[in-house]
Structure formats: C-alpha cells, structure tokens
C-alpha cells in the first residue's frame, strides 16, 4: 500500500505486505530528514534518518528514499507487522540542528 | 539505560493556573527541545535550550509561557494563567550535541487538560 501524508491519512495494509508513506517536506535549506513511529499515547520513537548527500538509506526492515528534486520522502516498510501500526511521521530539520519541522502524519493499520 | 523522562504524564488544570511540565533529558545529553502537539497533527517547535541558556524560543508564545534548563535539575516548561486552548501534549525531546546530523530523542510527553 502507498499513502501521501498532507492530513493524516490512513493506510491500510495486509500484515506481511510491504508498506510506503511518503511525504512531502517544504523546506529548501534541510538537510537531515527523520522518520519517526508514534504510538498512541507515547511520544515518537526514532526509526531511521537521512542526510541530504543521500539518496537511499537501510535500516532493519526499513529504507528511508530522499528526491530533493521534488523534496520528497518515502518510508518503505517491508514484510509489515501488527505491532507496525502507528502514525508515522516525517521531520526536517530546516537546514538548522535547533528544531525539527514535522509533516502531519500518516496512520499505518495492520490487518492480521 | 534509561531515556527521556517527563512528568507528569497528565495534567488537569482549570483556567487560570499554572502549568508546570519537566522533562529529564537522556543521560550525558546537554540539549533540550520543547514541542506540542496537538491530536491528529505533528509536533510543533516551541523553545530550544542548552544548560542555562535559551538558544531558541521562535516556536513560544510570547506571554504566559517560559522555559529554563538549570545547570541542576530538569527543564521546565511553564504556562501561567492556563486558557483552554493550551491543551495539548507537549513533548520534550533531547540531543547529545548541537548537531544537524543527531537525531533527538522523545520523551512520551505530558498530556495537558484546561478545565
């Protein structure tokens, strides 16, 4: 499944099907992108980054697609599991280490 | 090993009090980061501190909030005279370094009820 997050979508998925959010930044100057997981009723959790000298980044099950073309950014997910489910988020860091600016969000299900 | 604490994790208030929000950063992490969040959006920037200094406070109101990071203890993040519309949950995020290439680290935030 594919969602674009600019109102918190949500995007449903099979459980062992790979999931892509993506995400749309704003900010010309960034260059460290973020995607974080957030649980209800828990602050975000830290899933992987990326720096503008890149273009693809892996992690555990994750990879992290940056297109400053288009300032686009997408979170695969593969083999997506029930405990996946969340809303994940994408930050930036507007070109300066002293606040993130964050996207709005995207809500990931998970169906057994 | 433990990771960013904040307290408490809920907070009623009627208006007109005071709000007062802490946050203990992760061990060995000088940089604090306050942000609020209201439901169904992301998190927005609020205040950017450092032991004993505010470098940051571009995301804050103006009047009824402030925030400090002393040399000994945890930040605080204060809201006088409390309207409805501050509630909200507020996150407190920290870094080990002032470094565009470190992720900040969360705290599951203090959930904050205007009665």
């Known amino acids: 499944g594919e969602s674009v997050g600019l109102h918190l979508p949500t995007l449903s998925v099979q459980e062992g099907d790979n999931s892509i959010i993506n995400c749309a930044y704003s900010n010309s100057a960034s260059d460290y992108f973020i995607w974080y997981k957030q649980e209800s009723g828990k602050g975000p959790q830290f899933i992987i980054d990326?720096?503008?000298n890149m273009d693809k980044r892996q992690g555990q099950r994750v990879t992290v697609l940056l297109n400053k073309t288009v300032k686009h950014l997408s979170l695969q997910i593969a083999a997506t599991q029930p405990g996946d489910s969340a809303v994940y988020f994408c930050?930036?860091?507007?070109?300066?280490?002293?606040?993130?600016?964050w996207g709005l969000g995207t809500s990931l299900a998970v169906n057994p | 090993n433990a990771g960013v604490m904040q307290n408490p994790r809920h907070l009623v208030r009627r208006r007109g009090q005071e709000a007062r929000l802490r946050c203990s950063p992760m061990k060995g992490h000088s940089h604090v980061y306050w942000y609020r969040q209201l439901p169904e959006e992301g998190l927005k920037f609020m205040v950017y501190l450092q032991k004993e200094n505010i470098i940051d406070e571009s995301g804050m109101p103006k009047e009824r909030f402030s925030a400090e990071f002393p040399k000994e203890g945890p930040s605080i993040l204060r809201i006088q005279q409390v309207v409805r519309g501050d509630s909200a949950a507020y996150f407190c995020a920290s870094s080990p370094i002032a470094n565009s290439n470190q992720p900040q680290h969360f705290g599951d935030g203090t959930r904050l009820s205007i009665l």
């Open positions: 930050a930036e860091n507007g070109g300066n280490n002293r606040k993130l600016i």
């Open positions: 990326i720096r503008s």
